[in-house]
């Protein structure tokens, strides 16, 4: 541990800071005294977060002592002063520093002491920031972290809810009632020491509330009541709707806003909504029903046949204000119906047209409280009367109440006038058709009796400035605002987005040196064609060639692990089919296992684990990662070391220019500089957009001092002088323009073996913690192997990469065209197959090699390659796992019809094994066992056709599980088979 002093605090840091890391904390410190808000960049790598943590937890331990002694002094000045009275004193004080709105915050002679909000992204990012906490000496201070009820709630019945907004209605009736023992037990375990004197992120928070059969959720909102410091995503902070419904008291905090790069999307966001045709007609016919079922039960009072009483409700409305409800509802149906849209894209309207549009539905400001007030109390019994949680109701009502919430939402004390300009200022609402696609008939809240008019219509009520709910947050009194991450350049269009007065900023270089990190632009793949993913040329087939190639180029130099990020998911999965059909794909898996980041939360974490261990692997020589710019990966995650030696970025990725609420923004910016030219234009911001997703992938590697990697920037428009100025500033003097494919391999070559004498780490072992991601991602993923290897294959695997044995293919294709081109010089040049190659990889159990009775050599002549569906997590594998050709298919069949049952089952199971890898084998093998027990046909079918989609030639081993199932799902089967076909 080191003190340090810095701007008069005594900050202790776990080791002797950085010179920038203590510019950085001499920034904090600053905000902190002076009560002015800072925005701070400082470079993933640089110790931001520990930083961050120990200078304001300093600022925060000296504040409180120089209360309690002002607070001592105050005493001493009291007649008849006494040590009882000191020591009321002192606990008066201690209890209007800690307590949150349950105590006046100036109460205490003005000397109240403020408290932090530690926010970031997400509740993992916030895990690593609680971890990084332990590691100080301020863990001794209370802490607390705030979740959702999808992350915390442990009740077996109410966690079962997937509508987030049924759970907490159905939370609320059974703490109301009191029939929930885990919240019944908050007030008796809150005290415990497992909770008040370790540090509990949320994965701690549920362990423990299972074991002592206590609510989380509510046990972190006691917690935070007298929390020196509290963690919570930001989002939470940011949404006036969550801030009031987590009780988020903002008088007198300092509020750290990490990962402050996503900060301007989530205010707007927060502060935008949408409202529909078809929920106003699922709202009239919720309060149709609620007031059927009220003329029933008043007709049918004499009896009482119900006797459930989790039915047994009060109702906290009559039915006169079910019927003002209604006449509400049909109004505005009305008003929305009567909007003329002379565009088929739909119309453009001022922010101020919202509150025309509720005065015509005779919603103004301060009726809309007693609307919502009703709305909610209708939506509290509808939601807990019903029994089935597919049969939720009052879902339309939430929404409509929330809309109101949003429009109506002035913030702190401003007057109605005041909110209208700001509205004026800051929103468009945009009118269009709703689309047929999208009109809920088959979810959770349709109805039969809904029924429109017209031709239904979409109101989008966007807030296009983040500083309308930053200016709500400063004018509820709060002590600091310090935004800051690793990527916020350039800064001062960042500051004016904000709208709110920034006194201290910072742009901090890096701690690495310049040969730590090898950064250019390179413009054409080995063969000379220009690399170009703009949308003119992205699904261009000689573009996708080129850059498969560059990458497998890449993958032969580059050792341990390397990132790839695409624009968007769709290029991505373009190339990745593309490269599949060519065989291109299987090659560059020869060099490196390919994994792909999920659109899906399912299996997230554990295809990061899978690549993390792939990485520590000894036999292995690296993985490729295939991301998205604005994905998971390029959020938050360590790529540090071996994990991440190189990233590509293979292009711009811009947002999509003709959706209405970019194309509205670039407008609404264009409006606004005409106002102030200091403001950014629409073009401006959507250059900014895309160059800002380019810094934060960039920023999953160099994650500490003796760090090392390279940053390829693989489009040729990244030459342009614009996209350098938006580029991180540590990184715009080592920018490099490589004007051929064979400068940046020297470069590279070299670069990786000077970084050979660089202090090497040792390889740690990297697993994402499922519990720790919380809701975000689950565990439900289907995940591959690299196939078999023979033994004398095995003995030739290089455990450490080497520059020297890099080797570049040259040879031609069908076209005749050169698949793998160079200008380096390799004494040793290897011709491979590009639709005969196999896979090299290796299974752990012999057991499993015995299983796999098949001549390699032979199968890979013939093996044709699968195609996998984008949703699902590849990696090297997907290659291996082959069709089987259909010579042997043919001889398969032959021998069913000879053989005994028993004997076609080996024969089946034998095709089965050499067609999937042993991790799909054993969800098989899982799938037989379970359709033994229960008979789940629906389930059966549906794992089939994930493991032999019948659309691909895997389909004779669908087909051929016919043979096994029961008789009364014979026909079933068929069904689902021509079904499928006929379709």
């Keep these: 541990m080191s003190d340090i002093n810095i701007n008069g605090i005594i900050v202790n840091f776990p080791f002797e800071p950085y010179e920038v890391q203590k510019i950085y904390m001499s920034k904090v410190i600053e905000c902190l005294q002076n009560k002015k808000h800072g925005v701070l960049e400082s470079p993933t790598g640089t110790g931001k977060t520990l930083c961050l943590l120990c200078s304001s937890l300093s600022w925060l331990t000296a504040k409180k002592a120089q209360l309690q002694a002002q607070a001592l002094i105050g005493a001493m000045e009291v007649p008849n002063f006494g040590g009882k009275f000191f020591e009321k004193l002192k606990n008066e004080l201690d209890t209007a520093a800690g307590a949150s709105g349950s105590i006046n915050q100036n109460a205490m002679f003005g000397w109240a002491s403020p408290k932090i909000i530690y926010a970031s992204r997400t509740h993992t990012q916030l895990t690593q920031v609680m971890q990084e906490l332990k590691r100080t000496s301020y863990k001794h201070l209370k802490v607390a972290v705030i979740g959702s009820r999808d992350q915390l709630c442990i009740h077996p019945e109410v966690s079962k809810e997937q509508n987030s907004a049924d759970k907490i209605h159905l939370c609320q009736s059974k703490v109301r009632s009191r029939t929930c023992m885990y919240y019944n037990n908050v007030e008796l375990r809150k005290d415990d020491p497992i909770f008040r004197e370790e540090i509990c992120d949320i994965e701690d928070l549920v362990k423990a509330g299972n074991k002592v059969k206590c609510c989380p959720y509510f046990l972190a909102r006691e917690l935070k009541q007298n929390a020196d410091i509290t963690f919570m995503p930001y989002n939470y902070l940011l949404d006036p709707k969550t801030r009031r419904s987590q009780g988020v008291d903002l008088q007198n905090q300092v509020i750290l806003l990490d990962e402050a790069h996503n900060v301007e999307k989530t205010c707007e966001d927060a502060a935008s909504l949408q409202i529909s045709s078809t929920d106003i007609a699922l709202c009239i016919d919720e309060i149709t029903s609620v007031m059927k079922t009220m ?199 960042f500051i004016a987005e904000l709208g709110i007065p920034i006194e201290v900023q910072l742009e901090n270089p890096h701690i690495v040196k310049p040969d730590q990190v090898c950064v250019g632009i390179l413009s054409q793949g080995p063969d000379g064609h220009q690399l170009n993913s703009s949308y003119n040329t992205r699904n261009d087939p000689k573009y996708i060639s080129t850059l498969g190639r560059t990458i497998y180029n890449f993958s032969c130099l580059i050792p341990d692990g390397l990132l790839v990020f695409f624009p968007s998911y769709p290029i991505m999965k373009k190339c990745h089919d593309d490269w599949q059909s060519t065989g291109l794909w299987s090659t560059i898996t020869q060099k490196k296992p390919i994994y792909v980041e999920s659109q899906s939360k399912d299996g997230f974490s554990n295809v990061m684990n899978e690549f993390y261990k792939k990485i520590q692997d000894p036999t292995a020589r690296g993985a490729i990662f295939l991301a998205v710019c604005r994905g998971k990966v390029s959020e938050g995650l360590d790529f540090a070391d071996a994990n991440g030696r190189a990233v590509l970025i293979t292009g711009l990725p811009y947002p999509p220019m003709m959706d209405p609420r970019v194309l509205l923004k670039q407008r609404y910016l264009d409006e606004m500089r005409l106002k102030d030219k200091q403001t950014l234009s629409g073009q401006q911001w959507y250059q900014l957009e895309a160059s800002r997703a380019v810094n934060q992938a960039v920023g999953r590697i160099i994650r500490h001092i003796n760090d090392y990697g390279a940053i390829i920037l693989c489009d040729c428009r990244f030459n342009n002088a614009n996209f350098k100025q938006h580029l991180s500033a540590w990184l715009r003097p080592c920018v490099k323009n490589f004007s051929n494919f064979g400068m940046v391999t020297k470069q590279l070559r070299d670069f990786f073996k000077n970084a050979e004498k660089l202090p090497q780490p040792k390889k740690r072992f990297y697993e994402m913690s499922i519990s720790a991601i919380g809701a975000s991602f689950g565990n439900n993923t289907k995940q591959l192997d690299s196939s078999s290897l023979k033994k004398e294959e095995q003995i030739n695997v290089v455990e450490s990469f080497d520059v020297n044995s890099y080797k570049i293919m040259s040879q031609k294709d069908k076209h005749g065209e050169k698949i793998i081109s160079s200008e380096i010089d390799c004494t040793n040049r290897s011709a491979i197959n590009l639709v005969t190659s196999k896979v090299k990889g290796t299974w752990s159990e012999t057991t499993w090699k015995a299983t796999k009775e098949i001549d390699d050599e032979s199968i890979a002549k013939k093996r044709k390659l699968k195609v996998q569906p984008m949703e699902i997590n590849y990696n090297a594998a997907e290659s291996s796992s082959a069709n089987i050709d259909s010579n042997k298919h043919n001889q398969d069949k032959k021998s069913l019809k000879s053989q005994s049952k028993k004997e076609i089952g080996e024969l089946y199971l034998k095709s089965v094994k050499r067609a999937l890898s042993k991790e799909d084998f054993q969800i098989f093998a899982r799938l037989v066992e379970i359709y033994k027990k229960n008979g789940d046909i629906e389930e059966l079918l549906k794992t089939l056709e994930k493991l032999f989609p019948i659309a691909s030639s895997f389909r004779h081993l669908f087909l051929g599980f016919k043979t096994f199932l029961k008789k009364q799902h014979i026909a079933d089967f068929e069904s689902y088979v021509n079904g499928f076909e006929n379709k």
Excluded at 378 to 384: A, E, F, H, M, Q
């Design 295 to 493: 003329a029933e039960e008043e007709t049918n009072n004499e009896i009482d046949f119900n006797f459930d009483s989790s039915n047994d409700v009060q109702k906290d409305f009559t039915p006169e204000d079910l019927c003002i409800l209604k006449s509400i509802f049909l109004a505005f149906e009305k008003v929305i119906d009567d909007i003329i849209l002379k565009k088929n894209d739909g119309e453009t309207f001022p922010g101020g047209y919202i509150f025309e549009l509720m005065e015509k539905a005779e919603i103004t400001h301060g009726k809309e409280s007693h609307v919502i007030e009703k709305l909610d109390k209708i939506i509290l019994w509808l939601s807990t009367t019903s029994t089935s949680p597919f049969a939720r109701n009052g879902r339309a009502l939430q929404k409509f109440s929330d809309f109101l919430r949003t429009v109506f939402s002035s913030g702190c004390g401003l007057s109605v006038m005041k909110h209208r300009e700001r509205v004026k200022d800051c929103y468009k609402v945009y009118v269009s058709s709703e689309d047929n696609s999208k009109n809920p008939k088959n979810s959770g809240w349709s109805s039969k009796n809904v029924t429109k008019k017209s031709e239904g219509k979409v109101i989008s009520y966007w807030c296009f400035s983040p500083g309308f709910g930053m200016r709500q947050i400063v004018e509820l009194g709060v002590h600091s605002i310090i935004l800051t991450s690793g990527t916020l350049s350039p800064l001062q269009p």
